[in-house]
């Protein structure tokens, strides 16, 4: 079945660690996101990419990085310089803009 | 402004009864809107989409659009305790890019 994979579903970092979230998705979609959700909110834009090797800042953007070296793949790096990483994090994807959004399952991202 | 603005609820009603979740969006250049349901802990899963005027109708939902008022809303009739969730309204626009755009989302309970 054609989905969207995150892992891992529960991730908790130290203090002052780099930590990478994945994402795949083999629905041949060009375009990836990812968005952060806190208690109580909506889903925040944190990077986009509209295709292979290239990538855009969303709303919050800061103490966060990505790649996008492969179609499939849109990893996303929660650095040290994000002081409150502690969230709900899910990547999506879109046949094209102006179509619904695919969700993969989530991964929760706790500082400990 | 926020591009997309939901009511974050709590919005309480009785089994069997019509909900009606309300969204209004800024940016007059939105072309498509979508509703997503939520379950604590849950990644969103899509309800309903909507790109023209008017209703929509599938199964027990029907979604609403008004461009000129710049308002959509998601109706659910014969609620069911398994309703309770998280509603997020969400749109694509001129102003967002290439991203949707999500509301704070109403949170629905079904007694």
């Known amino acids: 079945d054609g989905g969207i994979t995150q892992s891992p579903k529960y991730l908790f970092r130290k203090e002052g660690q780099n930590v990478t979230l994945s994402c795949e998705q083999n629905?041949?979609?060009?375009?990836m996101y990812w968005y952060r959700q806190d208690p109580g909110q909506g889903l925040r834009l944190i990077y986009y990419s509209q295709i292979v090797n290239d990538f855009q800042k969303g709303d919050i953007a800061e103490g966060y990085s990505v790649s996008r070296e492969k179609k499939e793949s849109f990893p996303l790096t929660v650095t040290s310089a994000q002081k409150n990483p502690t969230a709900f994090y899910l990547c999506?994807?879109?046949?094209?803009?102006?179509?619904?959004?695919?969700f993969g399952q989530g991964t929760r991202l706790t500082v400990v | 402004q926020k591009e997309v603005e939901q009511n974050s609820g709590p919005l309480s009603v009785p089994e069997g009864a019509i909900a009606s979740l309300n969204c209004t969006y800024s940016d007059r250049g939105s072309q498509s809107f979508f509703w997503y349901r939520q379950y604590s802990g849950k990644s969103p899963e899509l309800i309903m989409f909507i790109y023209s005027n008017g209703d929509k109708e599938d199964g027990r939902f029907t979604a609403q659009l008004n461009k000129a008022s710049q308002y959509v809303s998601l109706l659910i009739r014969d609620s069911q305790p398994s309703d309770s969730a998280t509603y997020l309204c969400a749109g694509w626009g001129s102003n967002s890019g290439y991203a949707l755009n999500f509301g704070k989302g109403t949170s629905l309970l079904v007694t």
């Open positions: 999506a994807s879109t046949q094209r803009p102006g179509t619904e959004a695919f």
């Open positions: 629905l041949n979609h060009d375009a």
